[in-house]
């Protein structure tokens, strides 16, 4: 059977983006009626302590690429949202325009539209505390000098990883140089965990996600009303070189005190929360708490669409009202790492309650409905937020959706099995496509019921069955178009940024196919070099293919000098194991070399026999192991595997 995704769709087809349509119009206009749009407070917030915008709200690299542009926005300049956008969302998408350099407090700046994130800088007596330096060092570079354009230039003694996302670490080489680490000029901080999270969340699934990735930040999406206007966090992510430095300090117990640079610092853990490794602050003598990506102005995933192993709403919700109890009473200013900071002590409780009970009540929620025997879909349906939460801005799904979230719940607790037998051992999806449309009568029948009920406005249950449509018959040009303008409603509905990415994203390759990306390793050097050799060789053990090792059998013993590691490779049963510190005396070789250049043969920048050339890799025993070894890996697959069709090679 053909791949769907290859086939060009005809001209007449590709309305790139259609208006909304009238059910489209009428579900807006019902859900701006019921929103409290006389509550500005946000954008006050917003716009306060501002220093200057982003210079042209531009940053380049220094060939002159654009690498983030607010300019792109620029069509999101009136309070009344159009058609094609759902009006709750536009509020965000103009909120998260607020952009530029911003005093929020003594010693406190912030840095706010440089990229989905932003950068806190502490004013210390000597120098400067950067906390999350961004996605990439071209735009945390931009921000910082942005900050030194307007106050004194100050040397970055310490910088603070809040957590173990990439907008909160990438880009720390824009801002410090690794010697200055080295020599001990600079220390980087980060809660516990936090270079086993990277690796655990980004190393072994970090393809899939990527992909995913692009669906929820609607990345590749045209900007403007009928495209990508936001991505509830900020408005996307910014392009350029992301690495790593590996902390020099870990905060490991519960709550910690440090004095950095005349600033005292208390540090609260906060694990499996938004991410496995987070923590909060509260800087006592500036009255200021940093809730980190824990209490932002909106329901944040339990599991973003990207996908990640389930989090916990019920821990996020016990470690927000720890910081409520012990700081708040003390604190004037709460900031985050990502949107504008609220302002006084009772405003700070209030919001702050809101978002504890918001995490709680759909953890809480979703455990009552389960135990009355609910499935995830019904629970998603049937969840509401209560009076005192449903009518506040600040607990709006921008990001997460009570929807997805509660199914994340079902997930933690009860995994990806309603428990019905009936879809315990169902047939994979497009065999299943081909015996639904055959038993309704063939595509054409399905179309043209499908076609009534879009006129009717039913896009969720259009989308819904065009998909078995489009998995029975990735060609059909006809099924394609009516599922692509089905979830371009949706889109068009959606008060979720990440729902009308997704959405809006999906349409597009519907339309036009999957944009093509050269395959490519989709880990940096940084990330590979932070990596323990447990996980490095764990990510091996995933790029195996069972069938180029079949039947055979080795163990090799590594010696890596510059960690002092040793470890014993086993393959058997197409499968690789590791023991770290063991050598095996059924070793068929035994391979000294470093770690550097593992790292740089898998990344392509080497090959096996130069290395052994030049003497950065030795084997002992049989030298025709290694490339044995190497050769039954999988090369690195190309991203852009599909996604709304059944995809070559798959069941
Ligand atoms: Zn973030």
Known sequence: ????????????????????????????????????????????????????????????????????????????????????????????????????????????????????????????????????????????????????????????????????????????????????????????????????????????????????????????????????????????????????????????????????????????????????????????????????????????????????VARDPRIWAKYIGDALAMYVPHTEVMIGQHHWPTWGREAIADYLEAQRDLYKHIHDQTLRHMNKGWRPAEIAEGIELPPGLAERWSVRGYYGTVSHNVKAVYQRYLSWYDGNPCNLHPLPPAPAARKFVEYMGGAAAVIARAKADFAKGEFRWVAQVMKEVVYAEPDNIEARALCADALEQMGYQAESATWRNAFLYGAQELRHGVFKMPARINLSADTLAGLSSDIFFDMLAVRLDPAKAAGQGMVINWHFTDRDEKLALTLAHSTLSHRLGEWSDRAAATITTTRATLDTLILGKLEVPEALTSGALKIDGDPSRLAALFGMFDQPSAMMFDILTPGEGRL
């Not at 909304?20 to 701006?32: F, G, I, K, S, V």
């Open 1 to 308: 059977m053909a791949a769907g995704s290859a086939v060009p769709v005809p001209a007449s087809h590709l309305d790139v983006a259609r208006d909304a349509d009238p059910a489209t119009r009428a579900a807006n206009a019902a859900m701006a009626a019921t929103l409290p749009f006389g509550d500005t407070r946000d954008f006050e917030a917003a716009r306060r302590g501002l220093i200057a915008p982003v210079p042209e709200g531009v940053v380049r690299t220094g060939s002159g690429t654009i690498l983030w542009n607010l300019g792109e926005y620029a069509f999101i300049d009136g309070e009344l949202a159009p058609a094609t956008v759902n009006p709750s969302l536009w509020r965000m998408a103009r909120l998260n325009l607020a952009n530029g350099l911003f005093k929020v407090a003594e010693r406190v700046y912030q840095l706010r539209g440089f990229d989905i994130a932003n950068l806190t800088v502490l004013e210390g007596d000597s120098g400067l505390i950067l906390i999350d330096p961004l996605t990439t060092a071209e735009v945390s570079r931009a921000a910082l000098a942005h900050y030194y354009a307007h106050r004194p230039h100050k040397p970055v003694v310490a910088v603070i990883y809040t957590h173990s996302h990439i907008d909160h670490y990438g880009g720390v080489r824009g801002v410090i140089d690794e010697a200055d680490v080295e020599a001990g000029k600079v220390v980087v901080i980060a809660p516990a965990g936090f270079m086993d999270a990277i690796s655990g969340e980004n190393v072994l699934a970090g393809l899939p996600m990527m992909r995913r990735a692009q669906f929820q930040f609607g990345s590749l999406l045209p900007r403007g009303a009928r495209g990508q206007v936001d991505a509830g966090l900020g408005k996307g992510i910014a392009r350029g070189t992301s690495g790593l430095i590996a902390p020099t300090q870990s905060i490991e117990r519960p709550i910690e005190t440090h004095t950095i640079d005349g600033i005292e610092i208390v540090f609260q853990l906060a694990p499996e929360t938004e991410a496995p490794a987070e923590m909060h602050m509260f800087y006592p003598g500036l009255g200021v708490l940093n809730m980190a990506e824990n209490a932002c102005p909106l329901l944040h995933n339990f599991i973003p669409l990207r996908g990640s």
